[in-house]
């Protein structure tokens, strides 16, 4: 079946500029997370997901950056006036349910470039 | 002391060794436990979890130390496709971060 799948593969801005990043997690799993990854870093928590409601956003660095997921299903990691320091992979994942034994399931992550 | 902390490496060994790491983590709170791999330029995935009692699966094989605050993977009989980036990672109810992931041990494997 599908996997994880995250969109763009790739996105370039400038600083101040707003990005959207996209994650679609497998179908039916009811949690959903994102980290970020800097180069030799392992990934950063940054937010999670049960169902629409963010569980734990305890890993959001600062205001500029809000996480939505209105049905349950699909996400959008949103960062505002984007700074250099932004410059990561953002990764997401997805679990059938938020049980810390749960496996999580990884998408190919956006690279995320800020000028 | 960081939340989790793993040697880096890398690791170079050839093909046939037996190679460890150990990754430690700070919360006592911490309920469970696993190791990913992480090739280059790719996203981690699973490779096992770790139980308290540890627990095997083929060349691997997981421990944990609760009274020492660590896990270890050891891989036996390395292959070449074993060449990669492992995270530990830890989970807790309570403390400051619900999932935390090591930095990543590296792995070469050479033939």
């Known amino acids: 079946g599908a996997g994880v799948s995250q969109t763009p593969s790739n996105k370039v801005t400038e600083k101040g500029k707003y990005v959207e990043l996209r994650c679609d997690p497998i179908?039916?799993?009811?949690?959903l997370y994102w980290y970020r990854q800097s180069l030799g870093q392992g990934p950063e928590f940054l937010i999670y997901?049960?169902?629409?409601?963010?569980?734990?956003d305890s890993g959001l660095p600062n205001d500029r950056f809000f996480a939505v997921r209105p049905e349950g299903s699909v996400s959008t990691l949103k960062i505002q006036r984007t700074e250099r320091g932004d410059s990561a992979v953002y990764l997401c994942?997805?679990?059938?349910?938020?049980?810390?034994?749960?496996?999580?399931?990884f998408g190919p992550g956006t690279r995320l470039t800020v000028l | 002391r960081k939340e989790v902390e793993q040697d880096p490496g890398p690791f170079n060994v050839p093909e046939g060794a037996t190679v460890a790491f150990n990754c430690t983590y700070s919360?006592?709170?911490?309920?469970?436990f696993f190791w990913y791999r992480q090739d280059c330029r790719k996203e981690p995935k699973l490779l096992m979890s770790?139980?308290?009692s540890g627990n095997e699966d083929g060349r691997f094989t997981a421990q944990l130390n609760r009274a020492s605050q660590y896990i270890s993977l050891l891989i036996r009989d390395s292959k070449l496709s074993d060449s990669a980036t492992y995270l530990c990672?830890?989970?807790?109810?309570?403390?400051?971060?619900?999932?935390?992931f090591g930095k990543g041990t590296r792995l070469s494997v050479i033939a």
């Open positions: 997901f049960q169902g629409t409601g963010a569980a734990d």
């Open positions: 919360n006592s709170a911490s309920q469970s």
């Open positions: 770790v139980y308290s």
């Open positions: 179908s039916g799993h009811t949690a």
């Open positions: 990672v830890v989970r807790a109810i309570s403390g400051n971060t619900p999932i935390v």
């Open positions: 994942a997805s679990s059938s349910r938020a049980g810390i034994t749960d496996t999580q399931y």
